[in-house]
C-alpha cells in the first residue's frame, strides 16, 4: 500500500543523504526554513525597527500555530525559549510557603526539568520522587498514590524520553484535580507523533518545544494555560511582553495583559520562530493521527527487528504505550551508536536506554532495514571478545 506521508520527504534536504532516525531529538530541517530566515533578514536589513510589527505578533501566531496541533483554544499558548524556562514561569505562578507545597515528579523525567524542581526546594517546594522499577515504565499506581491533598504541582512527561513510555496522562489529571493539585504536562516527546487534546484531558498546563517531532529547531518552546487560570494567574518570572502596556514603558509594579502575552517575559527569540513555521505547517497537513499510524507500525518493525537478534528493548511492546522512538540495547551500544553516526544512520545513546531509533512521518520502511542492517555490520567486524 502506498505511503502518502513519504510525498513530504522532498521538503527534508538532509534525507537525500542520511538515513534519519533521530526526529526525538533534532527533527529534520525542512527545505522552507531557508526561505523563512531569509524573509526574517530581509525584514531587518529592508525595515529596520519597523520589522517589529511583524515581530511582535508572530509569537502570539506561532503559539496559535501550535496550540492548533493539540486543540488548544486560540490565545493560550505563549513562546519561550526551552522548556526548562516554562517550567519557571509556571513555577513563578505559586507559592511554596503554605502547607500545599508538594511537587510529585517521576525519577524518567527529563533531567533538564529534574534540576530544575529539585532547585525549588530553597524556596519551600516539598519534592516527592516516583522511581521506576524496570527503567521502562512509571508506576501508575505509585504515582497516583504520591499525588495528595497537600500536592501543588504534578509536573510529568507524556512521553519519557528514554524508553518512549506513554504515561496515563489522562488518571494522573483526573487524581491530581480530585485532590486540588495542578498537573504540568510536558509533550515534548509526544506532540507531533502522538495525538494531544489538551481540552479533553482538562489538563493545567501543557509545554514543550518544537525542535524535535515539530521539525522547527531550537530556540523555540511553548506553554498552554488552561484559559480559567490563564486568567488569573500572576507569573513573577514577567517582563516587559507581559505588560497591559508594553511601549509605555511604566515605572513600578507591573500590570499584567491577556494571555498570551501575560505569560512571556523578555524578547523572543524572533528568527527561531520564523524558522518555526515551516515545520510546523507540514505537520499540521501530514495530520498527527496519520503520522501516529505509521510510526506504530515502524517502531513495531524495529522492536521485531530487534528481537531476531536478541537485543534488548527499553521500550514498551504495547502500541497504545510506546511513543514514537524505540530504545535497543545492543552489545557495545555506544559505540555502536557513534559508528552508526560515521556511517550515515543517524541515531542518539542514552544511558539506560542503548541507542535510540526514531522513525518519522518522512521516513521509508527500507531504511528500518537499512539502519539495523548497518548496526548488524558494526557488529559483526568488532572481536570476537566483544
Avoid at 506521508?5 to 532516525?21: G, N, Q
Avoid at 504534578?154 to 488518571?171: G, T, W
Avoid at 507540514?282 to 518493525?301: D, P
Wanted: proline letters at 7%; glycine letters at 8%.
Amino acid at each position: 500500500m502506498p505511503d502518502s506521508l513519504l510525498r513530504y520527504r522532498p521538503e527534508f534536504p538532509i534525507l537525500e543523504k542520511t538515513v534519519y532516525m533521530i526526529s526525538n531529538s533534532l527533527g529534520a530541517m525542512p527545505r522552507g526554513v531557508f526561505d523563512a530566515l531569509h524573509d526574517y533578514a530581509e525584514g531587518w536589513a529592508t525595515r529596520g525597527v519597523r520589522a517589529w510589527d511583524d515581530w511582535w505578533p508572530l509569537a502570539a501566531e506561532v503559539g496559535d500555530q501550535i496550540g492548533a496541533l493539540m486543540n488548544a483554544p486560540p490565545g493560550s499558548v505563549s513562546v519561550h525559549q526551552n522548556v526548562t524556562l516554562c517550567q519557571a514561569v509556571v513555577a513563578s505562578c505559586f507559592d511554596f510557603g503554605g502547607r500545599r507545597n508538594k511537587v510529585v515528579y517521576s525519577d524518567m523525567n527529563f533531567p533538564s526539568v529534574m534540576y530544575f524542581w529539585e532547585a525549588q526546594r530553597a524556596r519551600g517546594a516539598r519534592v516527592h520522587m516516583v522511581k521506576t522499577d524496570d527503567g521502562i515504565t512509571v508506576p501508575l499506581e505509585r504515582m497516583l498514590a504520591a499525588i495528595d491533598e497537600e500536592t501543588l504541582l504534578v509536573p510529568m512527561s507524556h512521553v519519557i524520553f528514554r524508553s518512549a513510555y506513554i504515561q496515563d496522562a489522562q488518571a494522573i489529571v483526573e487524581k491530581a484535580h480530585r485532590v486540588g493539585a495542578h498537573v504540568l504536562l510536558d509533550t515534548f516527546q509526544s506532540l507531533g507523533t502522538v495525538p494531544v487534546d489538551v481540552q479533553k484531558l482538562d489538563v493545567d498546563f501543557t509545554t514543550g518545544g518544537v525542535l524535535k517531532w515539530l521539525c522547527g529547531g531550537p530556540g523555540v518552546a511553548y506553554l498552554y494555560v488552561r484559559p480559567d487560570l490563564g486568567a488569573r494567574l500572576e507569573p513573577r518570572l514577567t517582563g516587559w511582553m507581559a505588560h497591559q502596556e508594553p511601549f509605555a514603558f511604566e515605572v513600578g509594579a507591573q500590570r499584567y495583559t491577556t494571555p498570551p502575552y501575560r505569560f512571556m517575559n523578555g524578547t523572543p527569540n524572533v528568527p527561531a520562530l520564523y524558522a518555526a513555521r515551516p515545520g510546523l505547517k507540514i505537520v499540521a497537513e501530514a495530520g498527527v493521527e496519520r503520522i501516529r499510524e505509521k510510526s506504530q507500525r515502524q517502531t513495531a518493525r524495529l522492536v521485531a527487528l530487534a528481537d531476531a537478534r536478541g537485543w534488548r528493548v527499553n521500550t514498551p511492546r504495547e502500541p497504545e504505550r510506546r511513543g514514537g522512538t524505540v530504545s535497543l540495547d545492543m552489545p557495545g551500544s555506544k559505540e555502536v551508536c557513534a559508528e552508526l553516526l560515521q556511517r550515515g544512520v543517524l541515531v542518539d545513546w542514552r544511558p539506560r536506554a542503548g541507542v535510540r531509533f526514531a522513525p518519522h512521518f518522512y521516513t521509508r520502511d527500507d531504511e528500518l532495514e537499512r539502519a539495523i542492517a548497518v548496526a548488524d555490520e558494526i557488529l559483526s567486524a568488532r572481536p570476537a571478545a566483544d
